[in-house]
Nanobody, 120 residues
Framework: QVLLVESGGGLVQAGGSLRLSCVAS????????LGWYRQAPGKQRELAAR???????NYADSEKGRFTITRDNTKNTAYVQMNSLKPEKTAVYYC??????????????WGQGTQVTVSS
């Protein structure tokens, strides 16, 4: 069974920083894309940041220069450093990954989410 476990969310003042972590566990052959999406109240879920096994990265346009995603492929872990946070970025941040488990085909997995609250 594959699980994604997020950590690092919390309350931060506007302009502050947080670092989220996501660890994928289970019998995993490979992870392609690993990163975070976020969903604010009343809004659709959107990409925040993600990275591929090869090192390519994608960010929400509003987060370019503010967020940095890194991966440790030896630990099936990804980190996103979020700087200069704004109140409108308050949301639940979900880890998501494209994973091929042992004995199975590629599939998309989601974590339970971690709350990030930015106070003004």
């Amino acid at each position: 069974q594959v699980l994604l476990v997020e950590s690092g969310g919390g309350l931060v003042q506007a302009g502050g920083s947080l670092r989220l972590s996501c660890v994928a566990s289970g019998t995993i052959i490979s992870i392609h894309s690993l990163g975070w999406y976020r969903q604010a109240p009343g809004k659709q879920r959107e990409l925040a940041a993600r990275g591929t096994h090869a090192g390519d990265t994608n960010y929400a346009d509003s987060e370019k220069g503010r967020f940095t995603i890194t991966r440790d492929n030896t630990k099936n872990t990804a980190y996103v450093q979020m700087n200069s946070l704004k109140p409108e970025k308050t949301a639940v941040y979900y880890c998501a990954a494209d994973i091929r488990p042992v004995g199975e085909d590629w599939n998309n997995y989601w974590g339970q989410g971690t709350q990030v609250t930015v106070s003004s």
